[in-house]
Nanobody
Framework: QVQLVESGGGLVQAGGSLRLSCVAS????????MGWFRQAPGKERELIAA????????YYENSVKGRFTISGDSAKNTVFLQMNSLKPEDTAVYYC????????????WGQGTQVTVSS
């Protein structure tokens, strides 16, 4: 079982920055990829950034591309999300998640961390 703990959320002004952190731990698990999701009130949870450890590739949802950067350390099962030029529409609960292998979903989740961006 994977335990995921996010941190770094908070309240910022539009145009500001935050860096989210996530650490995964557990007895036995693999991390083909780790990603960041967010869920705003009344909205579906959406994948906004991901990193594929094996390929060394990254993915960004269009609305955050150019503003957010995902990085991490696969050996430490740690991932970060640097968020710059934040907008009010970025307000959401942000979740870290693990994808164990290709063909499997992101099915291990953290508790979430609130990000609120004021106008």
């Amino acid at each position: 079982q994977v335990q995921l703990v996010e941190s770094g959320g908070g309240l910022v002004q539009a145009g500001g920055s935050l860096r989210l952190s996530c650490v995964a731990s557990g007895s036995t698990f693999s991390t083909y990829a780790m990603g960041w999701f967010r869920q705003a009130p009344g909205k579906e949870r959406e994948l906004i950034a991901a990193i594929n450890w094996r390929a060394g590739s990254t993915y960004y949802e269009n609305s955050v591309k150019g503003r957010f950067t995902i990085s991490g350390d696969s050996a430490k099962n740690t991932v970060f999300l640097q968020m710059n030029s934040l907008k009010p529409e970025d307000t959401a609960v942000y979740y870290c998640a693990v994808r164990a292998a290709v063909g499997l979903s992101y099915d291990s989740w953290g508790q979430g961390t609130q990000v609120t961006v004021s106008s």
